[in-house]
């Protein structure tokens, strides 16, 4: 067999001998010469060495006896006939190494995606349409001197908080140190939704109370170092949602929140004396889960403070047959309205009774969640006959409520007055929408609007230790004294024959935001216009908050009471101020199912 190979040497294939003088070119038919110089791309004159193919004699039988080659397996046509298996290590390897592959693209770009938005949707709902909070929830405070912006972020405490304000001997004993300020003491600062990081005037009527005014983010201010909400008369009230006056409510819910501590306020009130009759100013907490002024927030939360799984946590009450108790059927304490019945509260929503698996705000369906109420003041003319001047109403709200309202008081750790010729006890304690343990202590006559202006300082100091919660306690003053002590035991457990068979009502272990309003309203006292003065002011110097030290517990998320995820899934109820029931269909609820009741609904 004759092949052919490339030359491997000069000599084995030579070009032929050339004229070496010749330097043109004839055409065969004579019709044209050129010439052909050394420099044409074709020269005529010397052909260098080139190289060729040249043949060969192949044997075929010679290739048998070589070696074979790494690859000559793969030519066989039984290549493969003898594998006992189509898997292999190999194989299994390359599968795990493509599933890891696909896994790892899914995880990036599903997976982790969805769980950021999970871990972090609260905080966005927290701060949607906060302008002054960015995507990281960083929020820089937009203050304005003279006609300068400057950003800075927000600081709990306040720059301006004197340095001997910053920490306190509680009248418990306790060090306190100061967890929250705010001195109000730039002038010009709004607080419509987004203005402030901390606060939020309201633009709702609070309907709850049957108030006669608008509350309008325009009648909250800082001017001349102080907070002011301003209450005025309005000319046209189908201008005002039809109402006759248009106010302020200030409010840190959801945006700051504290469990235990102390809080005091720096306030001078309404009218131009003490001789005022009319007016409703507030300041007070409330747990996270409640809104104030949003009432379906507050159907069947406000105003429980109860972990107990029994008959307290029931509609009115009451017997799921209404067969008693009978302290539950009546109450001589009650009032005609309610049919001298105990309650018509709907029973507790989100109850230590909650079956697995209902809607609840956790950490367990089987704890007992709320929105408690504590009061710092709310201000009214003195009621008792023959008396003048004003008096502050402190107190707290419980539910679910002991036969005819009554607490506890015959231990001084239940029930202790510092103050007995400024202060007594309330004679008004409760209705069938709440239990109120209240005390009543007389005001300065220099604190008014036109008798003075004095500020004046009044708060509470309160404890509650869900480990031991015989601990509880809160403790009341008024500028600057303390006023009355109440204890865990005042609100104990109400059972025997004659008892509404509650368990025990709790010191709020729940996270408390702060609300301060100036409202008018003839539920809380008559409305006498010849001793009230418009526009009526009602200045704040600052709020404060301490907490003991060692204890620090602020935010409205704290893992032990969470609130956010639970507002962030009933969005509907916690943004729409005109739906008053959880559960009922729109337009008077947020049509949420009520949770089932191991007790009261049968669970499945």
């Not at 290739?63 to 003898?82: A, M, S, T, V």
Request: aromatic residues 12%.
């Amino acid at each position: 067999m004759v092949l052919y190979r490339l030359a491997d040497g000069p000599d084995e294939l030579l070009p032929p001998k050339l004229n070496q003088n010749r330097d043109s070119v004839a055409s065969s038919s004579g019709d044209s010469i050129f010439s052909l110089s050394s420099d044409s791309k074709y020269p005529s004159g010397v052909i260098p060495t080139q190289r060729g193919f040249v043949p060969y004699a192949y044997d075929p039988e010679l290739d048998q006896k070589d070696e074979p080659d790494d690859d000559d397996i793969l030519h066989r046509p039984d290549f493969g006939e003898d594998s006992r298996s189509l898997w292999s290590w190999r194989g299994f390897l390359n599968l795990g190494v493509l599933v890891l592959l696909i896994v790892a693209l899914l995880t990036l770009f599903i997976c982790y995606p969805v769980l950021y938005f999970v871990r972090n949707n609260a905080r966005n709902l927290a701060i949607d349409g906060n302008i002054r909070i960015n995507a990281t929830g960083q929020a820089p405070v937009l203050s304005t001197i003279v006609t300068l912006l400057s950003f800075q972020l927000p600081q709990m405490i306040d720059p301006d908080t004197p340095d001997a304000a910053k920490t306190r001997k509680g009248f418990d004993g306790f060090d306190y140190e100061l967890v929250f300020s705010d001195e109000f003491n730039v002038d010009g600062r709004t607080f419509y939704p987004g203005d402030d990081p901390f606060w939020e005037a309201q633009d709702i009527w609070y309907g709850a109370t049957a108030d006669q005014e608008w509350y309008d983010p325009s009648q909250v201010t800082t001017k001349d170092g102080h907070l002011r909400i301003v209450m005025e008369q309005v000319a046209d009230p189908t201008l005002n949602h039809g109402l006759q006056y248009k106010s302020g409510m200030l409010q840190s819910w959801n945006k700051f929140c504290f469990t235990s501590g102390y809080i005091e306020v720096s306030v001078t009130l309404p009218g131009p004396d003490s001789n005022t009759r009319g007016y409703w100013p507030g300041a007070w907490t409330m747990g996270n889960l409640g809104r104030p002024g949003y009432g379906a927030t507050t159907d069947g939360t406000w105003p429980y403070s109860y972990d107990e799984c029994d008959i307290g946590t029931f509609p009115n009450q009451t017997l799921k047959d209404k067969s008693g108790p009978p302290a539950a059927l009546h109450s001589d304490k009650s009032r005609d309205k309610y049919n001298f019945e105990l309650s018509w509260l709907p029973g507790q929503r989100v109850s230590a009774c909650t079956c697995p698996n209902e809607d609840h705000p956790g950490p367990t369906n089987s704890k007992g969640r709320g929105a408690p109420e504590i009061d710092i003041l709310e201000v009214e003319r003195n009621k008792t006959d023959g008396s003048v001047g004003q008096v502050v109403s402190q107190s707290a709200q419980f539910a679910p409520f002991t036969h005819d309202y009554l607490y506890k008081n015959d231990t001084q750790d239940a029930w202790w007055i510092y103050t007995p010729d400024l202060t007594h006890a309330n004679d008004y304690k409760g209705s069938a929408v709440q239990q109120a343990v209240s005390a009543l202590t007389t005001l300065p006559d220099d604190m008014f609007q036109g008798s003075g202006q004095v500020f004046k300082t009044l708060g509470f100091e309160y404890w509650a230790n869900p480990d031991n919660r015989d601990e509880g306690f809160i403790t009341w003053q008024s500028d600057g004294k303390p006023t009355v002590r109440m204890g865990a035991s005042a609100v104990g457990p109400d059972q025997g024959e004659d008892g509404s068979g509650v368990g025990q009502r709790l010191i709020p272990e729940e996270p408390m935001s702060i609300i301060l309003n100036l409202g008018i309203s003839s539920n809380w006292q008559k409305i006498d216009l010849s001793t009230m003065i418009f526009p009526a002011e009602y200045l704040v110097d600052y709020v404060r908050v301490y907490q003991r030290s060692g204890h620090i517990n602020y935010g409205c998320d704290p893992k032990d009471y969470p609130t956010a995820d639970y507002i962030s899934r009933h969005q509907e109820a916690y943004t729409n101020p005109n739906l008053t029931y959880w559960s009922q269909a729109e337009p008077v609820g947020a049509g949420y199912p009520w949770p089932k009741n191991s007790l009261v609904r049968s669970s499945s």
